[in-house]
């Protein structure tokens, strides 16, 4: 059926009591199971499953998927198979509670791949598991804890967009609709081939997945496996003499990160990244690795970790030449350009402290019509302070951050989250980027002495702001639809254990650090990084904290900027500047975008490749097909692209977990 909605004209003038009267009336549908036992188990399992892929997606390009549509999808699907089996269907209330509790977990990979890495490599020391699991669980219940009150303005009163959360709850009502339950079992079927295709290519391109079924199950003596770098051929030719070995500056090319692989995950997230920030990825690669990079080597301002060039044995690799010089230039381009366009939205300013200077929601709306179904305000207003008290002191007691500071955390978290709230209720944006930027330079300017106080502080209200604004984004598709409140924020309780337990083992066994030893020699980055996984996002966090000590501690800032890196560091951020302002005045029109040129220094230039691939595939289909609706071309191309895309992201991503799971406790 039709979504009911209020006129712009009763949403200005009508009081919040009479919005919540009318939605009681015609939207709230109190009878309909939402948060049974099979949505809860579902969403748990779905959550676990889509936030392991957001840790590798996160980990390979430091973006977050969005996970609600798929968990919509997949769960439709699942459950439309099973009513053909003679269960129960699942009511669009149940599936949306499985979105909330499902994207709930994704959000949970957020710190694993910025703050918390960035803080375990500034300090060379791993975090115990069980502190990662509490301590993310606690900041992403006070997320929580702040979303809902806040719920009761952003959504009840002023009745904002969230653009990806009304998407979301216009998809779920669509496919309720008995004439569109094809169209979501074609969706559904998408995404399924495109998970089979990539999951497969990952599967007999797995080293260690070859090695246990050649080797240890059908005994050959040796294994094959599907090469992913698309110029292994060439380099066959090279090393049989039959064509030169190509080089910049006398330096291999891939030594230079330039060497194309095929990766799917990839392509899924350029797909749903777009053609102009994809566009933009792969200029910032192509501008660092092939202009600049081969320049400040023939300057001698990038000197190799071993070898010699003019010998022809230099040894440089892509995460040596980041860490030592490109990283500081691309970082400024992505600082400058992030706190340019946070700060050019002065109604989202205005409209946040405004917020914070009004009365209590209760007095200045008259009764509290939803009170019996709403989270009830003095859960927050007792939880915030009790759970961000314990927030505090794990600050103290594990980071070693002052207890001043941690508790300077607190009314931070509040600011910073009406901020990012207001930007994600009209845009759709959450800044998180942004946001981190404000404690991280606050804090570090108080005390630089370690990188404990800026990174963790930030860690703590920037991540809980966040998260508290995309719960909103989640909470509204159930608001569209008449859900529960109540039941919603229980389910975003179950997704955050989801989450916890299902990513953070996983972060340990993925990225090597179950039985690290820092007397081995070997630091913690070493272990994480390596050419398949960048962790783009925490080494933003870490260049910032590393600047931040270097700026207001004194005595490090001349060894760890050198002259040429201040000079790409002060040209890098004029070039941001200009192009973001740009970019605002063209209204989004202007090509590149700073942020994204920024990060393609950081992220692999094969992985740049590989979503740049993705972006232009479905840009050209949706150029071929999206003025052909109802055709078959638009329903694959169009319709289910979003789809197709997760597909893509979710069958290389579990697969490719499960080849570290193989050699980890199988092969070793």
Same mark, same amino acid.
């Given at each position: 059926?039709?979504?009911?909605?209020l006129?712009? %004209?009763?949403?200005?003038i009508?009081?919040r009591?009479?919005?919540?009267?009318w939605?009681? %009336?015609?939207?709230?549908r109190?009878?309909m199971?939402?948060?049974?036992?099979?949505?809860?188990?579902?969403?748990?399992?779905?959550?676990?499953?889509?936030?392991?892929?957001?840790?590798y997606?996160?980990a390979?390009?430091?973006w977050?998927?969005?996970?609600?549509?798929?968990?919509?999808?997949?769960?439709?699907?699942?459950?439309?198979?099973?009513?053909?089996?003679?269960?129960?269907?699942?009511?669009?209330?149940?599936?949306?509670?499985?979105?909330s509790i499902?994207?709930?977990?994704?959000?949970?990979?957020m710190?694993?791949?910025s703050?918390? &890495?960035?803080?375990m490599?500034?300090?060379? &020391?791993?975090l115990?598991?069980?502190?990662?699991?509490?301590?993310?669980i606690?900041?992403?219940?006070?997320?929580?804890?702040?979303?809902?009150?806040? $719920?009761?303005r952003?959504?009840n009163?002023?009745?904002?967009?969230?653009?990806?959360?009304?998407a979301?709850?216009?998809?779920l009502?669509?496919?309720?609709?008995?004439?569109?339950? &094809?169209?979501?079992?074609?969706?559904?079927k998408?995404?399924?081939?495109?998970?089979?295709?990539?999951g497969?290519?990952?599967?007999?391109?797995?080293?260690?997945?070859?090695?246990?079924?050649?080797?240890?199950?059908?005994g050959?003596?040796?294994?094959?496996?599907?090469?992913?770098?698309?110029?292994a051929w060439?380099?066959?030719?090279?090393?049989?003499?039959?064509?030169p070995?190509?080089?910049?500056?006398?330096?291999?090319i891939?030594?230079l990160?330039?060497?194309?692989?095929?990766?799917?995950?990839?392509?899924?997230?350029?797909?749903?990244?777009?053609?102009?920030?994809?566009?933009?990825?792969?200029?910032?690669?192509?501008?660092?690795?092939?202009?600049?990079?081969?320049?400040m080597?023939a300057?001698?301002?990038i000197?190799p970790r071993?070898g010699?060039?003019?010998e022809?044995t230099?040894?440089?690799?892509?995460?040596?030449?980041?860490?030592?010089?490109?990283l500081?230039?691309?970082?400024?381009?992505?600082?400058?350009?992030?706190?340019?366009?946070?700060?050019?939205r002065?109604?989202?300013?205005?409209?946040?402290?405004?917020?914070?200077?009004?009365?209590?929601?209760?007095?200045?709306?008259g009764?509290d019509?939803?009170?019996?179904?709403?989270?009830?305000?003095t859960?927050?207003?007792?939880?915030v302070?009790?759970?961000g008290?314990?927030?505090?002191?794990m600050?103290? &007691?594990?980071?070693?951050?002052?207890?001043?500071?941690g508790?300077?955390?607190i009314?931070l978290?509040?600011?910073?989250?009406?901020?990012a709230?207001?930007?994600t209720?009209?845009t759709?944006?959450?800044?998180?980027?942004?946001?981190?930027?404000i404690p991280?330079?606050?804090?570090?300017?108080i005390?630089?002495?370690s990188?404990?106080p800026n990174?963790?502080?930030?860690v703590?209200s920037?991540?809980?702001?966040?998260?508290?604004?995309?719960?909103?984004?989640?909470?509204k598709?159930?608001?569209?639809?008449?859900?529960k409140?109540?039941?919603?924020?229980?389910g975003?309780?179950?997704?955050?254990v989801?989450?916890a337990?299902?990513?953070?083992?996983l972060?340990f066994?993925?990225?090597?650090?179950?039985g690290?030893?820092?007397?081995?020699?070997v630091?913690?980055?070493?272990?994480?990084?390596s050419? $398949?996984?960048?962790?783009? =996002?925490?080494?933003q966090?870490?260049g910032?904290s590393?600047?931040?000590?270097?700026?207001f501690?004194?005595?490090?800032?001349?060894?760890l900027?050198?002259?040429s890196?201040?000079?790409?560091?002060?040209?890098?951020g004029?070039a941001?500047?200009?192009?973001?302002?740009?970019?605002?005045?063209?209204?989004?029109?202007?090509?590149?975008?700073?942020?994204?040129?920024?990060?393609?220094?950081v992220?692999?230039?094969?992985?740049?490749?590989?979503?740049f691939?993705?972006?232009?595939m479905?840009?050209?289909?949706?150029?071929?097909?999206g003025?052909?609706?109802g055709s078959r071309?638009?329903?694959?191309?169009?319709?289910?692209q %979003?789809?197709?895309c =997760?597909?893509?992201?979710?069958?290389?991503?579990?697969?490719?977990?499960?080849?570290?799971?193989?050699?980890v406790?199988?092969?070793s």
């Open positions: 059926m039709a979504l009911k909605q006129t712009a %004209e009763q949403v200005r009508w009081t009591e009479q919005k919540d009267r939605w009681l %009336e015609n939207v709230y109190g009878s199971a939402q948060l049974t036992v099979r949505s809860a188990i579902t969403g748990f399992l779905l959550g676990a499953l889509l936030s392991v892929t957001n840790l997606v996160g390979k390009t430091g977050t998927l969005g996970v609600g549509l798929t968990s919509v999808i997949l769960a439709f699907a699942l459950y439309r198979v099973f009513s053909r089996l003679g269960a129960r269907d699942m009511t669009i209330l149940e599936n949306n509670c499985v979105q499902a994207t709930a977990a994704g959000y949970m990979t710190p694993l791949t703050g918390i &890495a960035a803080y490599w500034s300090t060379n &020391a791993v115990p598991l069980w502190q990662i699991v509490v301590f993310t606690v900041l992403s219940v006070l997320g929580v804890l702040v979303a809902f009150p806040m $719920k009761r952003f959504i009163d002023e009745q904002h967009p969230f653009p990806e959360g009304r979301c709850g216009v998809v009502d669509a496919l309720y609709e008995s004439s569109a339950a &094809a169209t979501g079992m074609l969706r559904a998408a995404l399924m081939v495109a998970a089979a295709i990539a497969g290519f990952s599967f007999i391109s797995g080293e260690n997945y070859m090695r246990l079924v050649q080797e240890r199950w059908l050959f003596k040796s294994s094959w496996s599907m090469p992913t770098h698309l110029d060439y380099y066959w030719l090279v090393d049989k003499g039959y064509a070995l190509p080089k910049l500056v006398g330096v291999d891939r030594q990160a330039l060497s194309p692989g095929l990766d799917f995950a990839m392509i899924g997230a350029g797909g749903l990244m777009g053609i102009r920030a994809a566009s933009s990825l792969l200029f910032g690669a192509a501008l660092n690795f092939v202009v600049v990079v081969p320049v080597i300057l001698g301002e000197q071993a010699s060039i003019a022809g230099a040894l440089f690799g892509r995460a040596h030449i980041v860490n030592n010089w490109s500081w230039w691309g970082i400024t381009m992505m600082v400058v350009a992030s706190l340019i366009a946070l700060f050019a002065p109604d989202v300013f205005v409209a946040a402290f405004r917020s914070l200077r009004r009365r209590r929601p209760d007095a200045a709306a009764e019509v939803l009170r019996h179904i709403e989270l009830p305000l859960v927050s207003w007792i939880g302070p009790l759970i008290a314990s927030g505090v002191w600050l103290h &007691a594990w980071f070693g951050v002052h207890w001043l500071l508790a300077l955390a009314p978290i509040l600011v910073l989250a009406t901020i709230a207001s930007s209720a009209l759709g944006i959450t800044p998180s980027g942004s946001l981190s930027k991280q330079f606050t804090f570090g300017a005390d630089p002495r990188p404990a990174l963790m502080t930030a703590m920037a991540e809980v702001a966040s998260n508290a604004s995309n719960l909103l984004m989640d909470i598709p159930g608001y569209m639809l008449g859900a409140p109540r039941q919603q924020a229980i975003h309780v179950i997704g955050i989801a989450g337990l299902a990513a953070t083992p972060f066994l993925l990225f090597g650090l179950r690290f030893d820092p007397a081995a020699g630091t913690v980055a070493d272990t994480m990084v050419d $398949k996984f960048a962790f783009p =996002a925490a080494l966090w870490k910032v590393d600047l931040v000590q270097a700026i501690g004194g005595e490090a800032a001349g060894g900027l050198t002259t890196i201040v000079w790409s560091m002060a040209i890098a004029l941001a500047l200009v192009m973001e302002i740009l970019r605002l005045r063209s209204h989004n029109r202007f090509p590149l975008s700073p942020l994204a040129i920024g990060l393609g220094v992220v692999p230039p094969d992985s740049t490749l590989m979503m691939v993705g972006a232009a479905f840009w050209l289909a949706s150029r071929r097909f003025s052909q609706p071309g638009h329903a694959i191309w169009v319709d289910s %979003e789809p197709i =997760a597909g893509l992201i979710a069958g290389a991503a579990l697969i490719g977990i499960g080849d570290v799971l193989v050699r406790f199988v092969l």
